[in-house]
């Protein structure tokens, strides 16, 4: 018996050529990468190294002084970055103003270093809306809650950029607890596949709320998950701001330039709790927390440049006094800011009003104005 | 109607160069249903796109492309496939208007091959409009007519506002006599059609189950009944003057849908009615649904969606006189 086999015309489509790039070269070096008190440290402009410590000065005042606004009740909860103020705002330096800045819910600082209004930095804490500035402003997508979900919005922005022919790039932020969500791994693959131009930032701080990393990831370092997407990994100091910088700024431009994502882990520490409705003592050990303020950025990078030569006495305080100000009027206008109309909780919902929210929104003005004609006449 | 689709679909690429489709096998493939077939050709793979396979991954880019000025217009390629977005819908593209003051807007259409009705295998026939009604922010609508599929796909994608765009997968294969010039003008998201006139009873329905509340208008006609047939058109928002309209033209009420009936659409329907017409209602208003199941085998899916059968015993019940055993067993 014989069997007649039909030919069949398979047509295959040409491949996409995948980049031709050395699978070692995505690897990031085993140790973390440091410019302060290293060769490295030589020959980097003066003005951005003041510019850096001015930021940084300014950035743990303001963690301490919006900490303590959580403390008085005037604020519904602070996510604290002291200890995270390089990295901070290295990303926000590291970009130039037709990029954006994806912040997550902690990165308030790097938002405002960006150029965003404390007092509107602080609304979605405050309580007073969801979101307090414009995103357009200063090029910074709102602080978002649910954890790597604004991944691959950098990327979709990044690439809309591309489309559009604009040399935006997309630096976008995440913890260490975030990596271990699917959006961050989506967003990540859909960069590479794309050749985005996106800079992913993992601040890892160690700590996802009372989970340690390494009940978080079995891998190495959370960089080397970059080489399985097949973009470049980095691993660097996250306290050291001039490194960040320096990463981020070539990441960003390798961006720019047509040279795809980078994903970049700054390794650093959460001095503070989760927020300031934590209690830390539960996980970890106040000894641990000890030894990482000895590595305080703040203090490294005013060490480093006194060396350097770069700072004197006079430079600290004029910063310390400037950074005073800044939560003077920080506190000042936060303390007056006006209570939300109930009436914008129907304005946005939608575009069009549909006819259901326009009922909604008459009987709540009724409510209102019988409110307010019973207090009138007390 | 899915040449009808591949219509509107294919001028709006044509007149906005903002609109950019993206999901899964669009491309080259021209999507499983073949509703973005020849786009890519036409337009190339920047506008239609086929996208890795993540559907959070997909919507969740199509938020930072629209927040970057342009229109997408995802596909995701089986209703039940769309659940790993749900985080970015509910999470982000339902409520960053909201969030930020109208400062971003999210002009995204998601397209969705909805409802059972074509044999398919498990997670390929659910009706999910349930959970996106539920999400404020969002447009929901489906189309049963070819004009519909037409008319509501341009509107979806013209809208300043994220609109799910349900496609009912049985009506995919249904011939139209159709052609871009014939369809009559695009009505905006929001309003019912009356299909039908008819005095004693008002059938109320939306997408694939419109052809069966036709063919059982159609054999009412033996029992003495003439039904009005209501197709909603669109879910979110609400037509409730047309809606009202009909039932108190009849004082008898069905709801027909395909999706669970417990807590489904057709119970905020019912509740909505009654709000506004109790006193015009002869009898209560009643739902043909689907079974409270998950989605059945295809050879048992027939017992599921709502038949002829179904719908006539339920305009049946609704002739009760007040003090009859019918009525008591109602």
């Not at chain 1, 700072?311 to 305080?317: G, P, R, W």
């Not at chain 2, 396979?53 to 596909?75: D, F, H, K, S, Y």
């Not at chain 2, 008898?252 to 119970?267: K, L, Q, T, Y």
Request: charged share 20%.
């Amino acid at each position: 018996m014989t069997t007649t086999v039909e030919k069949v015309d398979v047509t295959v489509s040409t491949p996409v050529q995948p980049p031709q790039i050395d699978p070692a070269a995505l690897l990031p070096e085993r140790e973390p990468f440091q410019v302060l008190g290293t060769a490295r440290a030589g020959g980097i402009d003066d003005e951005l190294l003041r510019t850096l410590y001015w930021d940084v000065v300014r950035g743990r005042r303001y963690n301490l002084q919006a900490t303590a606004l959580a403390k008085q009740g005037r604020l519904a909860v602070y996510p604290s970055t002291t200890g995270q103020e390089a990295c901070e705002v290295a990303a926000a330096r590291a970009l130039s103003p037709q990029d954006w800045l994806f912040p997550t819910y902690r990165d308030t600082l790097a938002a405002i270093v960006r150029g965003v209004d404390p007092v509107e930095a602080l609304a979605v804490m405050r309580g007073d809306w969801h979101h307090g500035y414009d995103p357009y402003a200063h090029r910074v997508a709102p602080l978002t809650t649910p954890l790597a979900t604004q991944l691959p919005h950098a990327v979709g922005l990044a690439r809309a950029a591309r489309l559009k022919g604009e040399d935006t790039v997309a630096l976008a932020m995440v913890g260490d607890g975030g990596t271990s969500e699917g959006d961050f791994y989506e967003a990540v693959n859909f960069a590479a596949v794309l050749q985005a131009p996106v800079v992913f930032l993992v601040q890892n701080n160690r700590f996802a709320i009372s989970v340690p990393l390494a009940k978080q990831s079995a891998a190495l370092a959370l960089a080397d998950k970059a080489v399985g997407f097949g973009l470049p990994g980095r691993l660097v100091d996250g306290n050291d701001v001039v490194a960040v910088h320096q990463v981020l700024a070539e990441a960003v431009e390798r961006a720019r330039h047509g040279g795809g994502p980078t994903l970049v882990e700054a390794m650093t520490y959460r001095i503070d709790p989760h927020t300031n409705s934590d209690d830390d003592s539960r996980y970890r050990d106040p000894s641990e927390v000890e030894r990482w303020r000895g590595h305080d950025p703040v203090l490294v990078l005013e060490r480093s440049l006194r060396d350097m030569g770069v700072l004197d006495d006079a430079d600290v305080e004029g910063a310390a006094r400037s950074a005073d100000d800044f939560a003077a009027d920080l506190r000042e206008r936060h303390d007056h800011q006006p209570s939300p109309d109930p009436m914008t909780l129907f304005s946005h919902v939608f575009a069009n009003k549909t006819p259901q929210l326009s009922e909604q929104e008459a009987m709540v003005r009724a409510e209102l104005q019988a409110q307010a004609e019973e207090d009138s006449q007390l | 109607m899915a040449q009808v689709l591949n219509a509107a679909l294919r001028d709006a690429l044509r007149e906005d160069p903002a609109v950019h489709i993206m999901g899964e096998d669009v491309g080259t493939l021209g999507g499983v249903f073949r509703i973005t077939d020849g786009l890519a050709a036409e337009f190339g793979s920047d506008r239609c796109a086929d996208t890795p396979l993540a559907e959070a991954g997909i919507l969740g880019t199509a938020v930072g492309m629209a927040m970057n000025g342009l229109r997408p217009v995802v596909e995701m390629q089986f209703d039940s496939f769309a659940y790993p977005a749900f985080e970015q819908l509910v999470s982000h593209v339902a409520r960053m208007r909201n969030r930020t003051k109208g400062r971003i807007q999210l002009p995204i259409t998601i397209r969705i091959p909805y409802g059972g009705g074509i044999g398919a295998v498990e997670h390929h026939s659910d009706s999910s409009e349930g959970y996106y009604m539920h999400t404020p922010g969002l447009h929901v609508v489906c189309p049963a007519t070819h004009a519909d599929a037409y008319g509501l796909l341009r509107a979806s994608i013209a809208s300043d506002d994220p609109v799910i765009f349900l496609e009912p997968k049985r009506l995919y294969w249904s011939k139209a006599q159709w052609s871009p010039q014939s369809i009559p003008e695009v009505d905006p998201i929001g309003t019912a059609a009356v299909r039908r006139h008819g005095t004693s009873a008002t059938l109320i329905t939306y997408g694939p189950s419109l052809q069966v509340c036709m063919e059982a208008a159609d054999e009412a006609i033996k029992e003495g009944w003439q039904l009005e047939v209501l197709d909603l058109r669109s879910l979110v928002p609400f037509d409730d003057e047309t809606v009202s309209a009909a039932v108190r033209r009849t004082g008898r009420a069905v709801v027909v849908h395909e999706s669970a009936g417990f807590a489904g659409p057709g119970a905020e329907i019912a509740a909505r009615i009654t709000e506004r017409c109790f006193h015009h209602l002869e009898a209560p208003i009643l739902r043909v649904a689907g079974l409270d199941i998950p989605y059945p085998p295809p050879m048992l899916e027939s017992h599921h969606l709502p038949s002829v059968d179904r719908i006539l015993d339920a305009v049946a019940r609704l002739q009760w006189e007040p003090g009859t055993s019918d009525g008591e067993s109602c």
